[in-house]
């Protein structure tokens, strides 16, 4: 899932070095905190949040995929 949100996300941003992604398991979820440089943040959030949106539904199908719940928080 971390890779997933990695390939995504840096292809999104201007400065792809600086795209950090914490994970952490916690009985069958999967919480994934993903940090990238301020000038990036409106590029990965979007307008009004969709392209936040689409990675978590993303994400959730590919969980799905696999029987756990993953959830993503922009930090």
Known sequence: MKE???DIVKALVD???EV???ETKKKGEII???SVSQDDMGKVIGKQGRIA???RTVLKSAGN???LKVSLEIV
């Open 4 to 6: 997933l949100v990695l």
């Open 15 to 17: 400065n792809p070095d």
């Open 20 to 22: 950090s992604i914490e």
């Open 32 to 34: 994934l905190k993903l």
């Open 53 to 55: 949106k689409a990675i």
């Open 65 to 67: 995929k696999e029987h």
